[in-house]
């Protein structure tokens, strides 16, 4: 049974910093790409970021992209997520999420992901 275990949320002031960490186990085959989303209270699931094994490319939501980093290792099945200078509309739970098969393209749509962490709390004040 493939799981994903998030790690790394908590409360910091606008302004500050997190690195949230996603590993996986329970799984014998390598991932064709990883992701994060997050769902702000109140609000829908939103794509933030995410990676492609094959290709090594990224792609963020572009709220975030001058200020999130994913990076991770396919072999270690891991996958992080640097967050800098936050703001209050960052504030959600985070989800890590796992493609098991795909194409070279980074995978931006909840349903292209087959495993699902159970989230962690990113909370910002102002």
């Known amino acids: 049974q493939v799981q994903l275990v998030e790690s790394g949320g908590g409360l910091v002031q606008a302004g500050g910093s997190l690195r949230l960490s996603c590993a996986a186990s329970g799984h014998w085959f390598r991932f064709n790409g990883m992701g994060w989303f997050r769902q702000p209270l109140g609000k829908e699931l939103e794509f933030v970021a995410g990676i492609n094994w094959s290709t090594g490319s990224t792609a963020y939501v572009h709220s975030v992209e001058d200020r999130f980093t994913i990076s991770g290792d396919n072999e270690q099945s891991t996958v992080n997520l640097q967050m800098n200078s936050l703001n209050v509309e960052d504030a959600a739970i985070y989800y890590c999420?796992?493609?098991?098969?795909?194409?070279?393209?980074?995978?931006?749509?909840?349903?292209?992901?087959?495993?699902w962490g159970h989230g962690t709390q990113v909370t910002v004040s102002s």
């Open positions: 999420a796992a493609q098991s098969a795909g194409g070279r393209f980074v995978a931006s749509i909840r349903d292209q992901y087959d495993y």
